[in-house]
């Protein structure tokens, strides 16, 4: 089993900044891609940005050029700068990763990060 605990999200003015962090614990060999979805109200989930372990990233079209994804593997921890915040980033971000041992890998969700953009 795999934990995954969210942390950084909050209220924030149009233009600004926050970081959002996802550190992971638990039983496993390994973890392959980590990343960040999100949720807005009356909205599916969406893909914000993924992570291999390799460091290959690749993000959502409308949050590129302006958030970045990074991973320390030592730490088994991602992280989600998010700069130039605009109200429509508002939404609750969830934290992924796939994780597992042998043949056995799956994928893990963390709790949820509010993240609200006031205009």
């Known amino acids: 089993q795999v934990q995954l605990v969210e942390s950084g999200g909050g209220l924030v003015q149009a233009g600004g900044s926050l970081r959002l962090s996802c550190a992971a614990s638990g039983s496993f060999f390994s973890i ?4 960040w979805y999100r949720q807005a109200p009356g909205k599916q989930r969406e893909l914000v940005a993924t992570i291999t372990s390799g ?3 690749n993000y959502a079209e ?5 958030f970045t994804i990074s991973r320390d593997n030592a730490k088994n921890t991602v992280y989600l700068q998010m700069n130039s915040l605009k109200p429509e980033d508002t939404a609750v ?4 990763c ?4 042998g ?3 799956r994928g893990y969700w963390g ?3 509010q ?5």
């Open 103 to 105: 043949n056995h890998y």
């Open 115 to 119: 993240v609200t953009v006031s205009s």
């Open 111 to 113: 709790q949820g990060t």
């Open 32 to 35: 392959n891609a980590m990343g």
């Open 55 to 57: 460091g290959s990233t």
């Open 62 to 66: 409308p949050v590129k050029g302006r």
């Open 98 to 101: 796939y994780a597992g041992s």
């Open 93 to 96: 971000y969830y934290c992924y």
